[in-house]
Each structure stands twice: as structure tokens, then as C-alpha cells.
């Protein structure tokens, strides 16, 4: 089945910096990449999705990039604020209705004020 | 996401004792899950059902079982609770081709404690 591995773990950038985190998948067929947001206490909640069609999408201060090639693909944060702090998911489906995802381990984004 | 409710928030019990955790939803979706969070290991799909008939395991269903009792209830039974079934318990849905196509709607999970 797919796997994905998600870097790093935990994150801490100052705030107006840009944060990265990374994602990679091992099964050519997933098509549908989202990134989840979870607030304490809360449960995820997407921000942004990119699908195998397109290599970037960005909407405001984020953006995803998709290398299929590599089979990796990246989430982007720019001018970082504290409210930007959260656990951040990737994950990877296949199927044009994304009906199964297999999620990253998290990253724990700190940013500091 | 309010659509999306799970109950009990809180659970603590037993090893041995028979818990279920029930998810409603108003989002009119045809698609539910059930997802196990553990510190480090994201989420871990436990089982998943894409209609009200229809039932599938994930990675991870060993010592639990599921309920469709309708396209808006979707219920996850621990049989026999053990300690590492400790964890934190999301119930999520998806629309199965309207609207936005592929995000999952997550519920704001229930955090279950098996002494």
C-alpha cells in the first residue's frame, strides 16, 4: 500500500520567516495531495490540495508544490505568524475522488512571536 | 468542523470492557471513517464505509468493529478494550464526488483512556 514520510517532525521559525515541510510517497498512482491543519483540540481541517495535474498551487501565504517525478511534494509558509501554529498533515490518495488517504506522521509547527 | 459530532469527547474505562464511539454527521455525505491518532503517528485509518452497504477495513482494524446504522451514523466498537487502544479517535466524512472532491471533514474527536 502507499506510504508517506513527512519532515521534519517539529518546526520552529521565527515569526515573518517561511516554513517548509516536506512530504514523500511511494506509490505512482496516488493523484490527490492534501494538507491537513490541526489546532489543539480540534481536529484536522484542510488548508491546501494539489492534485497530480498541476506542479504548484498557492492560495495567499501558502503554497504547495508536487514533484511526480520524485514523488515528493512540499507545503510552503510564508511571513509566518503565531496563529500559524499547529500539527501540519500531508497525505496521498489515489482515485480522482480521493475515497482513501494514507497520512504523514505530522509536523509540529512553532512559531515564535 | 460542527457538521461533524463525536460522541463521548472523553472516555476513560477498563481493560476488558465493550466501548463504542458514535459519529453523526449533517454534511449529507456518502463517505465516513474512522481514524486513530497516537503522538508521532498521524493518523491511522481504522475503518471506512463509502455507502451505507458497504464496509472496509484499514490498516489498522484489528480489536475493533463498525457500524453503518445510516448514511449520517457511522459507530466504532471496542470489543474487549486493552491499554494500547489508548488514543485520540477522529470520525471523518467525504462527499463522494459533489463539490469539493477529495477533503475529508473531520469531527473534534473523542480522547479515550483504557486503564
Known amino acids: 500500500g502507499e506510504n508517506v514520510e513527512q519532515h521534519p517532525s517539529t518546526l520552529s521559525v521565527q515569526e515573518g520567516d517561511s516554513a517548509v515541510i516536506k512530504c514523500t510517497y511511494s506509490d505512482s498512482a496516488s493523484n490527490y495531495f492534501p494538507w491537513y491543519k490541526q489546532e489543539l483540540g480540534k481536529g484536522p481541517q484542510l488548508i491546501i490540495d494539489i492534485r497530480s495535474n498541476v506542479g504548484e498551487k498557492k492560495d495567499q501565504r501558502i503554497a504547495v508544490t508536487l514533484n511526480k517525478t520524485a514523488k515528493h511534494f512540499s507545503l510552503h509558509i510564508t511571513e509566518t505568524q503565531p496563529e500559524d501554529s499547529a500539527v501540519y498533515f500531508c497525505?496521498?490518495?489515489?482515485?480522482?475522488?480521493?475515497?482513501?488517504?494514507?497520512f504523514g506522521d505530522g509536523t509540529t509547527l512553532t512559531v515564535k512571536p | 468542523d460542527a457538521d461533524v459530532t463525536q460522541t463521548p469527547r472523553n472516555r476513560i474505562t477498563k481493560t476488558g470492557k465493550r466501548i463504542m464511539l458514535e459519529c453523526s454527521q449533517t454534511?449529507?455525505?456518502?463517505?465516513m471513517y474512522w481514524y486513530r491518532q497516537d503522538p508521532g503517528l498521524g493518523l491511522r485509518l481504522i475503518y471506512y464505509?463509502?455507502?451505507?452497504?458497504?464496509?472496509n477495513k484499514g490498516e489498522i482494524s484489528d480489536g475493533y468493529s463498525v457500524s453503518r446504522q445510516a448514511q449520517a451514523k457511522f459507530s466504532l466498537s471496542l470489543e474487549s478494550a486493552i491499554p494500547n487502544q489508548t488514543a485520540l479517535y477522529f470520525c471523518?466524512?467525504?462527499?463522494?464526488?459533489?463539490?469539493?472532491?477529495?477533503?475529508?471533514?473531520f469531527g473534534p474527536g473523542t480522547r479515550l483512556t483504557v486503564l
Open positions: 454534511k449529507g455525505h456518502d463517505r
Open positions: 464505509s463509502f455507502d451505507v452497504k458497504d464496509i
Open positions: 471523518a466524512t467525504s462527499d463522494r464526488g459533489r463539490g469539493r472532491v477529495g477533503e475529508q471533514f
Open positions: 497525505a496521498a490518495s489515489i482515485g480522482t475522488n480521493a475515497g482513501k488517504s494514507t
